[in-house]
């Protein structure tokens, strides 16, 4: 059975920072695509960041040069740094890791930016 479970979610004051990882289990998350997509009350879920097994990134506009996507193999797990956090950044956080023809999906973490 596969998993992925996120942790690292909480609230923090604008500016601050926080880390999300995403553990797999089930799959060897080095041959997958992993992502990690956001979604605010009302809105569609968003692509944030992801990483190929290449290791080739790409990034939102809105989170380049704040948020860093990276992951450990050996650790079967992603993480997501995020830095100099806003209140637009509040959603919940869920963990993705794709492999054509299908994905999987982790439960989500709640971010909230508040003052």
């Known amino acids: 059975q596969v998993q992925l479970v996120e942790s690292g979610g909480g609230s923090v004051q604008p500016g601050g920072s926080l880390r999300l990882s995403c553990a797999a289990s089930?799959?060897?998350?080095?041959?997958?695509?992993m992502g990690w997509y956001r979604q605010a009350p009302g809105k569609q879920r968003d692509l944030v960041a992801a990483i190929t097994s290449g290791l080739s990134t790409n990034y939102a506009d809105s989170v380049k040069g704040r948020f860093a996507i990276s992951r450990d193999n050996a650790k079967n797990t992603a993480y997501l740094q995020m830095n100099n956090l806003r209140p637009e950044d509040t959603a919940v956080y869920y963990c993705?890791?794709?492999?054509?023809?299908?994905?999987?999906w982790g439960q989500g973490t709640q971010v909230t930016v508040s003052s």
């Open positions: 993705n890791a794709k492999l054509w023809p299908g994905s999987y």
């Open positions: 089930g799959i060897d998350a080095s041959v997958y695509t």
